[in-house]
């Protein structure tokens, strides 16, 4: 079973950044398609972003385009969400998630479905205060 750990999380206030990281447990990360989720209480898990293989295909939910980047280093088998201007409605339950097997997408709809991935790690706690 491949593992995946979140770190990074905290307290910010309002137009703070944080990084968050995302380690694999297992070399196979380098045939992952990676992907970042959140959920608030009471609502959803949704999409933040997503990124292939290589690390040159990403897309983001339009909520947090402009402001949020992932990134991943396949030397580390580390996934990153590097999020900057951050605002109160940023605050949920941060996931990272592989799928191992991911099938061709076009930029746009890569990696938004959250049946699509496989392993999911434990959630990091993110807090935006006003």
């Known amino acids: 079973q491949v593992q995946l750990v979140e770190s990074g999380g905290g307290l910010v206030q309002a137009g703070g950044s944080l990084r968050l990281s995302c380690a694999a447990s297992?070399?196979?990360?380098?045939?992952?398609?990676m992907g970042w989720f959140r959920q608030a209480p009471g609502k959803e898990r949704e999409f933040v972003a997503a990124?292939?293989?290589?690390?040159?295909?990403?897309n983001y939910a339009d909520s947090v385009k402009g402001r949020f980047t992932i990134s991943r280093d396949n030397g580390k088998i580390t996934a990153y969400l590097q999020m900057n201007s951050l605002k109160p409605e940023d605050t949920a339950v941060y996931y990272c998630?592989?799928?191992?097997?991911?099938?061709?997408?076009?930029?746009?709809?890569?990696?938004?479905?959250?049946?699509?991935?496989?392993?999911w790690g434990q959630g990091t706690q993110v807090t935006v205060s006003p």
């Open positions: 990124i292939n293989r290589s690390g040159f295909i990403t």
């Open positions: 297992d070399r196979t990360f380098r045939n992952y398609r």
């Open positions: 998630a592989a799928d191992r097997a991911p099938l061709s997408s076009q930029p746009g709809v890569l990696g938004r479905v959250p049946s699509e991935y496989d392993y």
